[in-house]
Nanobody, 118 residues
Framework: VQLVESGGGLAQPGGSLRLSCLAS????????IGWYRQTPGNQRELVAA???????DYADSVKGRFTLSRDNAKNLVHLQMNSLKPEDTGVYYC?????????????WGQGTQVTVSS
């Protein structure tokens, strides 16, 4: 599975950005799909992801500000980021897991930079 991210860039505090992740396969075939980020000095962390139940898990730090959505027909997952804060600055990665038999395969996109600064 190939994952291609787009939509990063520079935003002011309080502003918005929308990230998109295009999967090379039907997102119905994926066990989970979502976004992680790596902020300066920190480990990569979950931002938001569709989990196997179809629900969305959000990091506490983004609840109420970020919204994860999907376009099944186009194999796209979007992360709408509102009320951005400087601490949201980092590299955002699309991630997907795919179960094949007894094995779980983990895939990552190349990452897209998000910078929140005035």
């Amino acid at each position: 599975v190939q994952l291609v991210e787009s939509g990063g860039g520079l935003a002011q505090p309080g502003g918005s950005l929308r990230l998109s992740c295009l999967a090379s396969e039907s997102i119905f075939s994926l066990y989970t799909i979502g976004w992680y980020r790596q902020t300066p000095g920190n480990q990569r962390e979950l931002v938001a992801a569709f989990v196997s139940s179809g629900n969305v898990d959000y990091a506490d730090s983004v609840k109420g500000r970020f919204t994860l959505s999907r376009d099944n027909a186009k194999n796209l997952v979007h992360l709408q980021m509102n009320s951005l804060k400087p601490e949201d600055t980092g590299v955002y990665y699309c991630n997907a897991d795919q179960r094949v038999g007894d094995l779980m395969h983990d895939y990552w996109g190349q990452g897209t930079q998000v910078t929140v600064s005035s």
